[in-house]
């Protein structure tokens, strides 16, 4: 079961890109990562998932090196709306023998005008 | 997300009594989740079943229960035996493939006075 670390907190202000380091030094072979964004009395929602190198979509990019033992979630341009909980999730699997993905506290994105 | 619904978003009881909390989903995904978040913290595994009729414990079941008779609904019972019970409560559902994200509701706020 591999346990991540991220950073408890972070500032930025509006218009800079934002990165936050999640580290996973046990991921296993066969683990994705997988990040979150959760805002106040909402459910968490899907940003992003990789295996390894570099993903991008339409709201994030996901660094993710060579040795798999930590990702980037890299946010462009931030904007106030942007102030949330972002999770990093490593694991194959949300449930049963194969180990439970955990949740930990997440990192809290404060954006500033 | 709009193919998962939980109801009710805010819900009050009296401590001792049983309280169920619903969760339905017109996404046709196998796996259902149950987490429990509280102030400050991240999600903890309260039960999840992976196909209908089958259902296992998560990191914290003691005190709760469920049921999975169908494929869109995962309901969870908060018994008078969990000793903390109010919380907020998301529910998720996530494709067959191991890998695949999960997808929340939007929650349920559950206090008990």
């Known amino acids: 079961l591999a346990k991540t670390t991220q950073p408890i907190s972070m500032d930025s202000y509006e218009g800079q890109e934002v990165n936050i380091t999640c580290s996973h030094n046990n991921i296993a072979t066969n683990d994705y990562i997988t990040w979150y964004q959760q805002f106040p009395s909402q459910g968490p929602r899907f940003i992003i998932q990789?295996?390894?190198t570099k993903v991008t979509n339409e709201v994030a990019s996901l660094f993710i090196p060579a040795d798999r033992k930590s990702s980037t979630l890299s946010l462009p341009r931030v904007s106030l709306s942007d102030t949330a909980v972002y999770y990093c999730?490593?694991?194959?699997?949300?449930?049963?023998?194969?180990?439970?993905?955990?949740f930990g506290k997440g990192t809290k994105l404060s954006v500033k005008p | 997300d709009g193919g998962i619904t939980q109801s009710p978003k805010y819900l009050f009881r009296k401590e001792g009594q049983n309280v169920t909390l619903s969760c339905e989903q017109n996404?046709?995904?196998?796996?259902m989740y149950w987490y429990r978040q509280d102030p400050g913290q991240g999600l903890r595994l309260i039960y999840y079943?992976?196909?209908?009729?089958?259902?296992q414990k998560g990191d914290i079941a003691e005190g709760y229960s469920v049921s999975r008779e169908k494929k869109e609904s995962f309901p969870l019972t908060v018994t008078s035996a969990q000793k903390n019970p109010t919380a907020f409560y998301l529910c998720a559902v996530r494709m067959g493939q191991k890998h695949s994200p999960l997808h929340f509701g939007n929650g349920t706020r559950l206090t008990v006075t």
């Open positions: 999730l490593v694991g194959a699997n949300y449930g049963g023998s194969q180990g439970n993905l955990i």
């Open positions: 990789g295996y390894k």
């Open positions: 079943s992976q196909i209908v009729n089958d259902f």
């Open positions: 996404l046709n995904h196998d796996a």
